[in-house]
């Protein structure tokens, strides 16, 4: 392995970890399968400007050859469909996909391989979510699935202004610069992307101008970041009374964490741009993008999504993907919920798909360590560790941490190790780090999960 997240790369030296970079992404080109995502990214710039009868026609036959491939393929659903008595040829209309009872994280788990489409393509690819809200569950895609996502994600690229092999900035959480690093050149550029990737692990106060002048220097068309990272170096422009003075940059990309209305407020005044918010579930299963006018749309071409409203004016979304049949979820109920917009609203744009007016998902502290950092998106310390059934990090003080698990009976001293290495290189010598075992994790009043919890002063505990 020779990723950004290689004990190799972490002890390269800067001029061969960018040689790394630009290698794992020429290797990641090849292994693309180019032919299917041109014939998408095709198919998928018409398919944004049809009509409300038009794409619900592409839907309908859509999830019909899924389900079709699924009941001839899956063993999971050959069993539910014989036991239910579906038959995805005699669908006439959207609303006879509800025979399909809706799939739930615990029966994808309880499932396994059984969800894994037989006989080929024998090239597939196991990616897992992390133990922190739940047990982890891995997800399989071929390349006809990686191909498919990269079609949409560049899509919404399009919809920010860029264009293929521009300049773009990369600030989302990808240890590009090793923790042990405290200054210098705090970022690396990917000459096969063209892309300046920054460290999300370095932001601090006495960092920020160095970020920015980077930024300024290199002058990207479009930055793709962590909400939380983007809106700290908005946060230090507002507080040295400045704005970002690139010429180039037409719009910032925001992904993986909740963006909020006041840090998009603010990204957009400091940086004088669009802040584009995407949103992706790891289940592939929908996909919701900002247009040119701000709007949350979502991609019906991606997915056939159901809004199941809780009553308050959000949603759960159940829903299904067209883009992976090697592991096809056909009405899966995602984690994340949506705040429903007016159903009239026409926008702007032109385009038919549904709005939604913002995409809620987890709202979290961020773990500050004594030299200034703010650390998010602890996400990656968990990621494959299947014994783990919850997480939360919890900060008392500035120089201590500690790790609650909920360990499951696989879970032994190996996976410890590894948790407590990982989380060293995060959050630097400085701190801390105890792992304590509980029997299980609070949640807020309002119900809600924390994967991280500050309990310093100055932290926000208004949503708890
Ligand atoms: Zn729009």
Same mark, same amino acid.
């Given at each position: ?20 970079? =630009?290698?794992? =992404? ?21 398919? +944004? ?31 539910? !469909?014989?036991? $239910? #008595? ?24 309880? /499932?396994?391989? *059984? ?8 090239? *597939? ?14 997800? %399989? ?17 399009? %919809? ?9 900035? %990369?600030?989302? #959480? ?12 705090? %970022? *690396? ?11 999300? $692990? ?5 960092? #920020? ?14 930055? +793709?970041?962590?909400? =939380?990272? &983007? ?33 998009? +407020? ?31 749309? &979502? ?32 009405? $899966? ?5 949506? &705040? ?12 038919? !798909? ?8 987890? &709202? ?42 909920? /360990? ?9 190790? /590894? ?26 009043? =309002? #119900? ?17």
């Amino acid at each position: 392995m020779i990723s950004s997240h290689s004990r190799f790369y972490r002890y390269a030296s800067p001029a061969l970890q960018e040689e790394l970079l =630009s290698f794992t =992404s020429r290797l990641r080109g090849m292994v693309t399968a180019r032919g299917a995502m041109a014939r998408t990214a095709r198919a998928i710039e018409r398919s +944004q400007w049809l009509a409300p009868a038009q794409w619900q026609a592409l839907q309908l036959e859509s999830m019909r050859q899924l389900a079709l491939h699924a009941g001839r393929r899956v063993p999971y659903y050959r069993e539910l !469909f014989a036991e $239910y #008595g579906i038959d995805p040829a005699r669908w006439t209309s959207l609303d006879d996909l509800c025979e399909v009872p809706v799939l739930t994280k615990g029966e994808v788990i309880a /499932a396994g391989e *059984r969800l894994l489409a037989e006989g080929g393509p024998w090239l *597939r690819f196991k990616g897992s979510t992390s133990g922190t809200t739940g047990r982890a569950m891995s997800g %399989w895609r071929d390349r006809r699935a990686i191909a498919f996502e990269q079609a949409f994600v560049q899509r919404q690229a399009h %919809w920010a202004g860029y264009r293929h092999g521009e300049r773009r900035a %990369w600030l989302r #959480g990808e240890p590009v610069v090793p923790a042990r690093q405290s200054d210098g050149q705090l %970022w *690396r550029m990917n000459r096969a992307d063209n892309m300046l990737m920054l460290s999300s $692990y370095h932001l601090t106060p006495k960092n #920020g101008a160095a970020y920015i002048e980077a930024l300024e220097r290199f002058d990207p068309v479009m930055i +793709q970041a962590y909400p =939380s990272s &983007v809106s700290y170096l908005a946060r230090w422009l507002e507080e040295h009374d400045r704005g970002y003075r690139g010429a180039s940059l037409r719009g910032i990309v925001t992904s993986s964490e909740t963006l909020s209305p006041a840090d998009r +407020q603010i990204i957009a005044g400091r940086f004088g741009c669009g802040v584009f918010d995407w949103y992706g579930a790891f289940e592939r299963v929908a996909a919701i993008g900002t247009c040119e006018h701000g709007h949350y749309h &979502v991609m019906e071409d991606y997915g056939c999504v159901e809004f199941e409203a809780n009553g308050d004016g959000t949603a759960n979304l159940i829903a299904t993907g067209f883009g992976n049949r090697c592991m096809p979820f056909l009405r $899966y109920r995602a984690d994340d919920r949506v &705040v429903l917009a007016d159903p009239a609203f026409a926008c702007p744009c032109g385009r038919s !798909f549904r709005v939604v007016e913002r995409v809620l998902g987890r &709202v979290d502290d961020t773990i500050r360590t004594p030299d200034g950092r703010h650390v998010v998106m602890l996400d990656w310390i968990f990621s494959g560790l299947f014994g783990l059934v919850e997480a939360q990090v919890v900060q008392e003080r500035l120089d201590e941490v500690c790790i609650r698990i909920v /360990a499951g009976p696989d879970f032994g001293n190996r996976d410890e190790q /590894a948790l407590l290495l990982r989380a060293r290189e995060r959050l630097g010598e400085q701190v801390i780090i105890r792992i304590e075992r509980v029997a299980q994790i609070a949640r807020t009043r =309002s #119900g809600k999960f924390r994967q991280i919890v500050s309990r310093l002063s100055g932290s926000d505990e208004s949503n708890v």
